[in-house]
């Protein structure tokens, strides 16, 4: 095989703002898409149409550049992007000269084949976070990922690959940050410097150009506001998918479903939504309805929600073979399946039988199958989970020279899912009716937040992949992914009653918290654990209940600037070096205000560490100062969080489900502090498009301790707020200080003086 690198510069052209560059093998062409973003994409061969699944953006019609003797200098007003000439190098520099991320010198960019590879320079300090679903630590200096979308089931705390490809990561050293997004959807490799002695990290794909987005903002936070800009942030979820979630694969009849639900009724456990699973179809055919278990799924879905549920329900990519079956006949007849290159339809065998597969790359297909989901949304489902999207198949590997369209399936595995994921969301929207759908899918790609949640697949009953799982979620915080979650209770296996009560009082702290299980584990449900773990289980779960202004409004920063609601304190705390200490790694910030420390069931104390700052338990309001790691007792009734001195969190009292009115009162906890601090506190109806055009009640609440006053800014928006009065709970302030205050909820600026 032969090593091809960039060879010397042979002309430069600027067209409009794409700065090309020619070497006798290959072109490169630099692009700016912002002060702070940089596109490198160097190609043998450079497509017509300049295409991405990711990318949202275009990149700016100017670029400043001068050429010298030995480089060509890109410039923007944060960023220097110096290329040397002869060998071919990309390096780039903060605007006042401090080096970022620079090539390795010997070895560049380079072909090897197909396959193209970029070998970058270590920094000693140098760590590393991002890559979403991937195992291991927080810092992912010293191991190596490869991304193919995998059905993963059973796997442990160290399988790679999984789910999902995020070929994003973000570095830090010598105090500065910067991120970089390699859009190729290939198979792909990432070093961060485990292979090669601590000498460079390196990165590269099976095929495709090296095309790549160069991050140079300083901090955490605003490198994915960038990545988010480019990539797209999440829609408001509806309201209702962010409260309890039961899931089993299967309740197997509408009898079971709606047994179930009633449970949670009588025992007065808030819950919003319960889950059909492939058994409530007719034969595993994706758009039916088994006739005999569920023979009136309207009725059913009607039933649910006198009682205030939500139904989703699973749909698999893989459509059965079967003469008669509307699907099958209609993408046999339109060639909406993936095929071989001699055009026979591609067969595999999934829970149907044998199957085709649909080419969700091609716009028509996408728009078939979101037409399709009516035989979902006319008995009135609301969620549609997508599953099995790597695509999977029994025996996992699809034959390379499948074609969806026109691409070999190795080019586009990686984007399968996230292409169903689209397909099924912009298909439920269009048939919803300004209703908001949720859709959870397994496989992703970066972008994906724009259509989907997603879960983190079959992770098992114990209290390591507990642990592993908010990690999963922390780091997928790191790619755009807000709105994520890991199956509650663990997939596979069977757990103690303690580990169930422990996880679910994580759950709380998740932005899916959905209970799920396989087929053949026992029951997960809340009352399945005995009187006293029903109890906390249900106290848990109404804390969730009481957090929901404050969470809505999270996933409110997550729609605006791609901050997720689950955040790794490596992003606010970027250089404590405690953050990335394996034992408090997987601790994270919940929301502005929270921290969270994960802890395993048995563990009746925990050892946490506390960031600068001063903090309190929020179970207590007892005061500790940050810097240190405390040890403090953590019952199963007690999980250790601490709210951020200055913290603003708005509840509400317990409501059964979304659907409740509730009792019009909006609870403002503000826990004193020597700093001042702000929060947008955003409502809207939760359930429909209505916000794009302005009906949503936003208002910033400020903690100011100087001026010794809190305000709640003047009301932006149109939508009145469900809540008729504020209450506003001071902690922390001492005596002296009347610790609540009541007053109607108006528009106008309010001032409170403690
Ligand atoms: O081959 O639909 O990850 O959540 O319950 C297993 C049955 C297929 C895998 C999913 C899991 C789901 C299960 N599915």
């Not at 480019?230 to 509408?254: F, H, I, N, V």
């Not at 020279?401 to 399936?409: I, N, P, R």
């Not at 802890?599 to 104390?605: E, L, M």
């Not at 403090?632 to 059964?656: C, D, E, R």
Request: one cysteine or more.
């Amino acid at each position: 095989m032969q090593l091809e690198i960039l060879g010397n510069t042979q002309t430069i052209t600027d067209q409009n703002g794409k700065l090309l560059i020619k070497t006798p093998q290959m072109e490169v062409r630099i692009m700016v898409y912002g002060p702070t973003i940089i596109r490198i994409c160097v190609s043998k061969n450079f497509d017509e149409v300049d295409s991405s699944f990711a990318v949202i953006q275009k990149s700016l019609a100017e670029l400043q550049y001068k050429e010298t003797a030995d480089t060509i200098e890109v410039t923007t007003l944060a960023l220097k992007l110096i290329i040397n000439k002869t060998p071919f190098r990309f390096n780039f520099y903060t605007a006042d000269g401090q080096a970022l991320s620079e090539d390795d010198e010997r070895f560049g960019v380079n072909w090897q084949g197909e396959r193209v590879i970029n070998y970058r320079k270590l920094v000693t300090d140098e760590k590393f976070i991002g890559l979403g679903e991937k195992y291991g630590n927080l810092n992912r200096r010293g191991s190596s990922y490869v991304n193919w979308n995998t059905d993963a089931s059973e796997h442990t705390i160290t399988t790679d690959p999984l789910y999902k490809t995020f070929p994003f990561f973000i570095g830090l050293h010598s105090g500065l940050t910067y991120g970089l997004f390699f859009d190729n959807t290939h198979k792909s490799y990432f070093d961060f410097g485990a292979t090669t002695g601590g000498q460079m990290s390196w990165f590269g794909a099976d095929g495709g150009d090296m095309n790549y987005y160069f991050f140079g903002a300083q901090g955490v936070r605003n490198i994915l506001a960038d990545y988010t800009w480019l990539t797209g942030r999440m829609e408001m979820p509806p309201l209702w998918s962010l409260g309890y979630q039961q899931c089993r694969w299967s309740y197997m009849s509408a009898k079971e479903v709606l047994a179930i639900a009633a449970k949670f009724r009588e025992r007065n456990i808030p819950a919003d939504v319960i889950y059909c699973d492939i058994d409530y179809m007719d034969g595993f055919k994706i758009f039916t309805w088994n006739k005999k278990t569920f023979p009136d799924p309207k009725g059913m879905i009607d039933e649910l929600k006198t009682i205030s549920f939500r139904l989703v329900t699973i749909v698999d990519p893989g459509i059965k073979i079967e003469k008669g079956y509307k699907q099958y006949d209609e993408g046999v007849a339109n060639n909406y399946f993936a095929a071989y290159p001699n055009g026979e339809l591609y067969t595999a065998e999934v829970w149907p039988g044998q199957c085709h597969f649909p080419d969700f790359l091609n716009a028509e297909v996408r728009e078939w199958w979101g037409k399709a989901f009516t035989a979902l949304t006319e008995p009135g489902v609301d969620g549609f989970w997508n599953d099995m999207n790597e695509p999977a198949a029994w025996g996992q590997n699809i034959p390379w020279l499948v074609k969806f369209g026109e691409h070999f399936m190795p080019e586009i595995r990686n984007v399968y899912g996230m292409q169903m994921a689209r397909a099924t969301y912009n298909g439920a929207k269009k048939l919803l009716n300004n209703k908001r759908p949720f859709v959870l899918t397994r496989a992703a790609y970066s972008g994906t937040q724009r259509y989907s949640a997603v879960w983190t697949g079959d992770n098992s009953a114990t209290d390591e992949h507990m642990l592993f799982g908010q990690r999963l979620v922390n780091s997928l915080g790191l790619t755009g992914m807000s709105f994520t979650g890991v199956d509650i209770g663990g997939f596979m296996g069977n757990l103690t009653p303690e580990l169930m009560v422990r996880w679910n009082s994580l759950g709380v702290y998740t932005p899916l918290f959905r209970n799920h299980s396989a087929k053949g584990m026992e029951y997960r449900e809340p009352w399945r654990w005995g009187t006293k773990n029903e109890a906390i289980i249900k106290k848990d779960i109404e804390l969730r209940y009481q957090l929901l202004p404050y969470i809505y409004s999270g996933f409110y920063q997550s729609h605006q600037s791609g901050l997720p609601l689950s955040r790794t304190l490596a992003i606010d705390y970027t250089f404590d070096e405690n953050v990335f200490d394996e034992k408090y790694q997987n601790q994270f910030l919940f929301g502005d205000s929270l921290l969270v420390a994960p802890v395993i069931s048995p563990a009746k104390t925990a050892d946490v560490y506390l960031p600068a700052g001063d903090w309190y338990r929020l179970s207590s309001d007892k005061k500790f100062r940050g810097g240190q790691v405390i040890n403090v007792p953590s019952p199963l009734t007690n999980l250790p969080v601490f709210v951020k001195a200055g913290g603003i969190i708005h509840m509400q009292n317990v409501v059964q489900s979304t659907n409740e009115q509730g009792d019009g009162l909006l609870m403002l906890h503000t826990w004193n502090g020597s700093e001042a601090n702000e929060f947008v506190y955003y409502e809207d109806d939760g359930l429909t498009y209505d916000y794009e055009n302005g009906a949503f009640y936003k208002r910033t609440i400020r903690f100011d301790p100087r001026k010794r006053e809190i305000t709640l800014s003047a009301v932006e928006g149109s939508y009145l707020s469900k809540y008729s009065t504020i209450q506003l709970h001071l902690h922390g302030f001492g005596r002296g200080v009347k610790a609540v205050r009541e007053f109607a909820n108006n528009r106008k600026q309010i001032s409170i003086a403690f």
